[in-house]
C-alpha cells in the first residue's frame, strides 16, 4: 500500500498574519527589545514563543506596560477603551496590527451605531477578536453563537433597524444558517455590504471540503486558541472524516495513522509552514513518503505595513 500525504493549498499565514508578525519583527529589529504586545499577536505558539525569544513581552493589560515603552497591538484588534487608556500613557509609539479585514468591521460598526441600529455579533465569547470589535460601541449590541441563541434574544421582532455582523474567522456554513434565522426572525434585518467572514477563513475551508474528498484523516496545525484552525477540524469532523488539531509533529500518534493511506494536512491562518514542514518529516517516518498537493484557489493578497516600518 503506497502512503500519501495530500497538503491542502491554501493553508497556513494569511496577508494580516504575516502583516502583523512582521510589525514585531520589524519594530524589535528597528527600535530593540523589548517591544509590548498586547495579547498573543496571532494564535500561535510556535510564533509567539519564537517572539518572546527575540525580545516581544506579551501582556493583557494597558497597566503592564511601563512608560516610555513602544506597544503593539495583536491582529485581533482591541476595544476603543484600550486605545483610550494607552493613549494617556506616555508611551513612546503604538503600533496597530489589527487585520485591515477585522478594521473593516469596525468601521461598518460603528456606522451602524451613529445610524441608530442596533447589532446583533455573531462570534465566540471570550474571544479578542469579538470583544475588540464589540467593543467599538457602547449599547445596543448583543452576541449570539449558535442558532439556537436567536430565539433568545432580547430584541422586539418588529425593530425597524437591526443589523448583522460576524467575526472573521467562523464556519462559513454554520454562520450562512445563523443569518438565515435571524432573517426569518427580523424582517428588517440589514446584512454586511460584504461578507464579514474573511477571504482566508472561506479559501482555508472550501480547500479542506476538497481534501476530505480524497483523505481518510486530516491533520491541521494550529493551536487550540486559534478560531480558525479549530473551524477546520470541526468543518472536516461534520464531513466524516477523522481529524486532530496539533501544535507540532510529535503530537502525531501512531494510533491516529493505523490502517490509514492518505493523510490531509492543512495549516490554520496563524501556524508557519516551517511546522507544515516538520508534520511532513514525521509522517515520512511512518512510511507516508508520497505528496501531492491539492489547490482549490490561488492566494494573492498583501497588506501593507505601517509606513514607520516600511524599508
Ligand atoms: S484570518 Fe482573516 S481576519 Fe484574521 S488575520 Fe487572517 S485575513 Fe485577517
Known amino acids: 500500500m503506497v502512503k500519501k500525504i495530500i497538503l491542502a493549498t491554501p493553508r497556513g499565514f494569511c496577508a494580516g ?14 527600535y530593540g527589545a523589548p517591544i509590548y504586545v498586547r495579547h498573543e499577536v496571532v494564535h500561535n505558539r510556535y510564533v509567539v514563543d519564537d517572539l518572546k525569544a527575540r525580545g516581544a513581552i506579551f501582556i493583557e493589560e494597558i497597566k503592564d506596560v511601563p512608560a516610555n515603552s513602544i ?9 476603543l477603551a484600550v486605545r483610550k487608556e494607552a493613549k494617556h500613557k506616555n508611551l513612546k509609539m503604538i503600533f496597530d496590527a489589527t ?4 478594521s473593516k468591521v469596525h468601521v461598518e460598526i460603528k456606522n451602524l451605531h451613529r445610524d441608530g441600529y442596533t447589532i446583533v455579533m455573531i462570534g465566540h465569547k471570550g474571544h479578542p477578536e469579538v470583544e ?5 460601541v457602547t449599547g445596543d449590541i448583543f452576541l449570539i453563537e449558535r442558532l439556537e441563541d436567536v430565539a433568545n434574544l432580547p430584541i422586539s421582532k418588529d425593530i425597524n433597524k437591526i443589523a448583522v455582523v460576524t467575526q472573521t474567522t467562523l464556519s462559513v456554513d454554520e454562520t450562512k444558517s445563523i443569518i438565515q434565522e435571524l432573517k426569518l426572525t427580523f424582517q428588517n434585518l440589514k446584512l454586511p455590504k460584504n461578507e464579514d467572514i474573511c477571504y482566508a477563513t472561506q479559501n482555508r475551508q472550501d480547500a479542506v471540503k476538497a481534501l476530505t ?9 494550529g493551536s487550540k486558541n486559534s478560531s480558525n484552525s479549530n473551524r477546520l ?15 507540532y509533529a510529535n503530537e502525531i500518534c501512531q494510533e491516529w495513522i493505523d490502517g490509514v493511506e492518505v493523510v490531509g494536512v492543512t495549516a490554520g491562518a496563524s501556524a508557519p509552514e516551517i511546522l507544515v514542514t516538520g508534520v511532513i518529516e514525521r509522517l515520512g517516518q511512518y512510511g507516508f513518503n508520497t505528496i501531492e498537493n491539492l489547490t482549490s484557489v490561488e492566494e494573492k493578497m498583501i497588506f501593507a505595513l505601517p509606513s514607520e516600518l516600511r524599508e
Open 17 to 30: 498574519v504575516d502583516r502583523a508578525i512582521a510589525i514585531v519583527e520589524k519594530a524589535l529589529n528597528k
Open 71 to 79: 506597544l503593539i497591538y495583536s491582529a485581533h484588534g482591541v476595544p
Open 99 to 102: 487585520c485591515p479585514l477585522v
Open 132 to 136: 475588540g470589535t464589540m467593543g467599538q
Open 213 to 221: 474528498k480524497k483523505c481518510e484523516m486530516l491533520l491541521v496545525i
Open 233 to 247: 477540524k470541526e468543518l472536516a469532523e461534520n464531513l466524516g472524516i477523522k481529524a486532530y488539531l496539533i501544535d
